[in-house]
């Protein structure tokens, strides 16, 4: 199956390109295919499998029935509330405190502007347990350690990088001259950011927003860490899954449950990782 | 206008009004947070650390526990399996990302296209499915094993639970930003100057060594400072897929915080781990502020 695909793309290019067969890329195409899309398969089939025993290539038996014991669990519905919960605070106080302030960093001027800017790569460049460690730390003294809401700050935290950045890039890209002749013929400020600003960063902005809701998602150290053992989100609960190894199965549909939201994302966010401003991002 | 009465339309660059400090209103509450939950832990374990009281009781200056670390063959044990799993993740994501920059940036077409997609999906994938997946392939009777006894070969020597298993998991979840980071210093180096090597006989090779690396250098730095940085600290992966001794230095200060119940010793451990990354974290920021500069 993966050879069959890069090779039906190889023999479909265009003629103009040196190479009659791009070997190199078939050769990365198909070694990639293997080490990125099969684990993923393997888990895919787990998820339909009732029986497989060790030597055989394919399962005994397949079927719904782990969907159901799954779906059925009291812990997995629990779970996956308070990730859907968790997600939603953290992604709304973030719009709500990030927008504001991406709109100021990218429009206003203020003393001290690049200097706070440049203040958010800070919990970038420390190495990100050890960071958690100390926060912990500090929420020990304030009984904040295994409650909802130091979750929610910890959660917090995490996307503000994202959803300062991402949308000041969507700001500065709005087309001056357009505000501008808005303001000419008698808008006020409020009506040109909801009329032109808006609907220009607003795609943008919605992918950044929709990038913080999954990241914090799947979020899994903070939450091990800050929210243990009242707050069990999704991948904690995967992670005592994995570690106890009780059913194969139970598993691989989570795995399978928790890949849709994260599909999700990278069907809208391709328009704000494909431009190479991601990767500047980062500082390549 | 140049009475600029109150209600006229304001200038293109509001010059004067935007001197205004009211920006800093906006922007004061996650400001506030990176300082409060950023800043201020760092600042606060350091200090915890070395300003504390002896056994006397008097609080001054106080070393024991940075002592206790680096004579503890445990923890030293710890930290050099960080250092040998960072270091061997760094030579595997170069080693495995720079050919696949190079042949993205130097190719166009529907092939290309799919590498670049192949790469970039695992940046999709979160690392706890990550986890589960490596087990049911690299794992004891994963789907590796399987394959092998189908066709008669001896199972190989499963890397879950061995310090080979948190590289081979880590690689895999940094090669995404490695490629990107790559790939976005690749598109600095012009066309012209390769065409003009080329021209006066340079192979591939002394192409890439002559005129490639030396324009990419910064981007290489930066790409392996950001996976250092992700690595050296990583917790979820070590967890699940490592030894449960020797562990990383994630693994293991989660357990001194949270199992052995000993704040004081996890958080010399997290500053150690700062300082081992100090230098990376410096460029990592330099590099990105100079980008967002031009």
């Known amino acids: 199956m993966e050879q069959l695909a890069p090779a039906t793309l190889a023999t479909r290019r265009p003629a103009l390109v040196r ?16 080490a990125v899309i099969v684990p993923l398969l393997v888990v895919g089939v787990w998820a339909f499998t009732e029986v497989w025993r060790y030597p055989n290539v394919i399962p005994q038996q397949f079927g719904l029935r782990f969907w159901n014991q799954t779906l059925t669990r009291a812990d997995v519905w629990s779970a996956l509330t308070l990730s859907l919960q968790l997600s939603t605070v953290v992604t709304l106080l973030s719009a709500a405190i990030c927008l504001p302030a991406a709109y100021a960093f990218a429009r206003l001027s203020f003393p001290g502007r690049n200097v706070l800017f440049f203040s958010f790569l800070a919990g970038h460049a420390f190495p990100k347990f050890g960071l958690l460690i100390a926060i912990a730390a500090i929420f020990l003294q304030l009984n904040l350690i295994g409650t909802f809401w130091g979750v929610v700050l910890i959660q917090l935290v995490g996307t503000l990088l994202f959803m300062i950045w991402i949308p000041v890039a969507a700001f500065q890209s709005v087309d001056r001259r357009m505000e501008e ?16 600003t808006l609907p220009q960063a607003g795609p943008t902005i919605a992918a950044a927003v929709l990038l913080s809701f999954v990241g914090t998602f799947y979020e899994t150290e903070g939450a091990w860490l800050i929210g243990a053992p009242g707050i069990r989100t999704m991948p904690v609960l995967m992670i005592s899954f994995i570690n106890n190894q009780m059913v194969i199965q139970y598993g691989a549909v989570l795995s399978v449950m928790l890949w849709v939201p994260s599909f999700i994302a990278l069907m809208f966010a391709r328009r704000v990782i494909g431009g190479g401003a991601f990767a500047r991002g980062f500082g390549g | 206008m140049t009475d600029a009465a109150p209600a006229a339309p304001r200038p293109l660059i509001d010059s004067n009004d935007s001197r205004r400090p009211h920006g800093l209103l906006l922007v004061a509450i996650p400001v506030f947070l990176v300082a409060w939950l950023v800043i201020w832990p760092i600042i606060n374990a350091i200090f915890r650390t070395l300003w504390r009281p002896d056994e006397t009781g008097a609080i001054g200056f106080n070393l024991d526990s940075y002592v206790f670390f680096f004579s503890d063959q445990y923890s030293i044990n710890n930290l050099t399996i960080t250092l040998w799993t960072t270091l061997m993740c760094a030579i595997l994501l170069l080693v495995i990302c720079l050919p696949i920059s190079l042949y993205l940036r130097f190719s166009a077409g ?3 296209a799919y590498v670049q997609a192949m790469a970039i999906f695992p940046m999709f994938v979160p690392s706890i499915i990550l986890a589960y997946a490596f087990i049911r392939v690299l794992g004891p009777n994963g789907m590796v094993d399987i394959i092998l006894n189908s066709v008669g070969l001896p199972k190989i020597r499963t890397p879950y639970l061995t310090p080979w298993g948190p590289v081979i998991g880590l690689v895999w979840d940094n090669i995404p930003l490695t ?16 065409e003009a090597a080329r021209d006066v006989g340079a192979n591939r090779f002394q192409v890439f060594w002559h005129i490639i690396l030396p324009r990419i250098s910064n981007s290489v730095l930066v790409a392996i400072s950001f996976a250092v940085l992700g690595i050296f600290s990583s917790f979820t992966l070590p967890y699940l897929l490592g030894p449960a001794s020797p562990e990383m230095m994630g693994p293991f200060m989660n357990r001194t915080f949270r199992e052995v119940n000993d704040p004081l010793n996890a958080i010399t451990q997290a500053v150690i781990t700062f300082c081992f990354c100090i230098a990376f974290g410096l460029f990592y920021v330099r590099s990105v502020a100079r980008n967002q500069g031009k």
């Open chain 1, 181 to 196: 002749a808005a303001r000419d013929v008698g808008a006020g400020p409020f009506r040109v950011f909801w009329s032109i």
């Open chain 1, 19 to 34: 190479a009659p067969t791009d070997w190199t890329g078939i050769i990365f195409a198909v070694a990639l295919s293997a």
């Open chain 2, 179 to 194: 490629v990107l980071i790559l790939l976005s210093g690749l598109g600095n180096v012009a066309n012209q100057a390769i």
């Open chain 2, 110 to 112: 529907r092939l290309p």
